[in-house]
């Protein structure tokens, strides 16, 4: 028979005799992704099969069990083949899971305590390792470098107490993360060519999978309980091999073409570990929810020395924004022991595709204005996004700070459809839901600004639950000079005098209170009461 529904008995012993689904980021519908200008490929000339195995670009099937962490399986797998990919690493590289699944729940401080007291709450009453998780909550955690640790540190077989101090002993740290709906088949074809695997969500029972390995789900009413890493596809694939009986109906799909997923239970099922899940699998053909595929994009840990962020739990919150606006934050070089750190990137995610941005950094900014200050740029650093996801920016001017310097990293986005811009924030979540995300940010943090006006900054703290832009500054310890950077004084405001007498007739003393970011002031006088002002002194008094 076609693909229909199951009837309702069969769809009740199926949701009664599977795994629990993993806990739902909530994100609304995503669309699918128009433009292909990123890839070096042409969308009309993908090949009909491409197999990343076949390319070295592919680790080692592993065995969950007899934990439900698939979650930190399909995501590290994806990690691993970019690292691969990129040349950094090969087949060899193990990272752990065991790491990121234990400390994603434990949610430690980062090394600079921006993230004191942002944690998350595990409300399953499960252990930590049967708990789920999904993709998104797993990109920000490791936008926090909370992993990639070697499998060496923290074995999978090590059930006891970890050592806290394990938390920030990376191997490779997320750099970019891209994720589209997997319906979208050739946007995850492109994601696959460009980073050798992806991440994805579906629904799994064994009834439906054959001894060769094929599977096919046809039932588009149930929500995730399984993730895998997808690491090519075969549009011959035939349909044939897909055909189960269940309960006296023959199941088939109505045209070839299979996806080729790692699994990972280890390499005595399947195809030695591996699945061919049929485009028409149900999981592979909705546009809502968390079928979802993500590319996790990694680099060796070293790249950068210190992450200045604010966002330390991983909940899916985020801002739809008038296009155009502009969001910000502010950090404090202290990292480096008294010496001189060198600003070399900055990161933001965004929900929204295709958007325009523009970076400027700004240095000492008063308080409460990210915009207020020196801009560090002579003109801003310019860019367009593609996929939604997680975007580290190398910086073209990478400027030097002192310790104790603050610095301010202004974005605007400019959607090129127009409409809203959605931005994902940290916040707290509810109270009352299994995985509740708690984020404690402070005041003067985090700002947004309405687009193209001359509206004030306005906090994300004061939204209320915790909120904080999820943006990000990257440095690394330097023995370089500070930058020098010319003060611009139209962004100053103009003291008022507080006290003035007469000393003699040819002298008068004025006093005002000292103005943020100016190192001297220039007086003027005239005879007359509103004209004819010429400048009399300069003085930094």
């Excluded at 491409?50 to 065995?63: F, H, M």
């Excluded at 979802?292 to 962020?309: C, K, P, T």
Aim: charged share 15%.
């Amino acid at each position: 028979s076609s693909i229909n529904s199951l009837d309702k008995e069969t769809a009740a012993l199926l949701s009664e005799s599977t795994d629990p689904v993993l806990p739902s980021s909530g994100l609304p519908a995503l669309p699918s992704y128009r433009n292909s200008a990123e890839y070096p490929l042409a969308r009309a000339s993908l090949p009909t099969r491409y197999d990343s195995r076949s390319l070295g670009l592919v680790t080692p099937v592993k065995n969950q069990d007899p934990w439900g962490s698939c979650w930190a399986f399909g995501t590290l797998s994806a990690g691993e083949s970019s690292l691969i990919k990129k040349k950094l690493a090969d087949t060899s590289i193990d990272l752990s899971e065991m790491h990121l699944t234990y400390f994603f729940f434990q949610c430690p401080a980062d090394p600079l305590g921006l993230t004191k007291n942002d944690t998350v709450r595990n409300n399953t009453g499960e252990n930590f390792l049967n708990t789920g998780g999904n993709n998104l909550f797993t990109m920000f955690a490791l936008s926090k470098w909370l992993g990639a640790a070697p499998e060496s540190l923290v074995p999978y077989s090590n059930t006891a107490s970890i050592n806290p101090a394990y938390a920030y002993q990376d191997t490779a740290h997320l750099q970019n993360a891209r994720f589209v709906n997997t319906a979208d088949m050739n946007s995850v074809k492109n994601l696959i060519m460009q980073y050798g695997a992806v991440s994805t969500s579906i629904y799994y029972h064994p009834t439906f999978e054959n001894d060769n390995g094929a599977y096919l789900f046809p039932v588009s009413n149930f929500s995730t309980n399984h993730i895998v890493s997808i690491v090519g596809w075969d549009d011959n694939y035939s349909r044939d091999n897909f055909e189960v009986v269940f309960q006296g109906r023959k199941i088939k799909p109505s045209i070839n073409g299979a996806w080729i997923v790692k699994n990972s239970y280890g390499t005595s099922g399947g195809d030695q570990g591996y699945l061919y899940i049929s485009y028409q699998d149900a999981s592979c053909m909705q546009t809502s929810g968390d079928y979802l595929s993500y590319a996790f994009d990694m680099e060796r840990a070293d790249n950068y020395d210190h992450n200045y962020q604010y966002d330390g739990s991983f909940g899916s919150g985020y801002i739809s924004a008038m296009n155009g606006t502009s969001i910000a934050n502010v950090y404090k070089i202290n990292a480096n022991s008294g010496k001189n750190e060198q600003l070399k990137a900055v990161s933001f995610s965004l929900f929204s595709q295709n958007v325009n941005y523009s970076i400027q950094i700004y240095k000492n900014p008063s308080s409460g204005n990210p915009s207020s200050g020196s801009p560090v740029f002579s003109t801003p650093q310019t860019g367009t996004t593609t996929y939604s996801g997680y975007y580290t920016i190398p910086l073209k001017e990478q400027p030097v700070f002192n310790q104790g310097d603050t610095f301010s990293v202004v974005i605007t986005l400019k959607s090129s459809a127009g409409g809203s811009i959605d931005y994902f924030v940290d916040q707290t979540s509810s109270s009352n839901a299994e995985l509740q995300f708690v984020s404690n940010s402070s005041k003067n943090q985090s700002f947004y600004k309405s687009a193209a006006t001359d509206d004030e900054w306005i906090d994300h703290h004061s939204l209320g639950s915790g909120k904080t832009a999820r943006i990000k500054a990257f440095t690394v310890n330097t023995t370089k000079p500070a930058t020098k950077v010319e003060l611009i004084t139209n962004t100053l405001k103009r003291p008022a005098l507080s006290y003035l007498k007469r000393v003699s007739s040819s002298k008068v003393r004025l006093k005002w209170r000292s103005v943020k970011n100016a190192k001297k002031y220039e007086i003027y006088r005239s005879t007359k009461k509103n004209s004819g002002y010429r400048k009399i002194a300069t003085t930094s008094k």
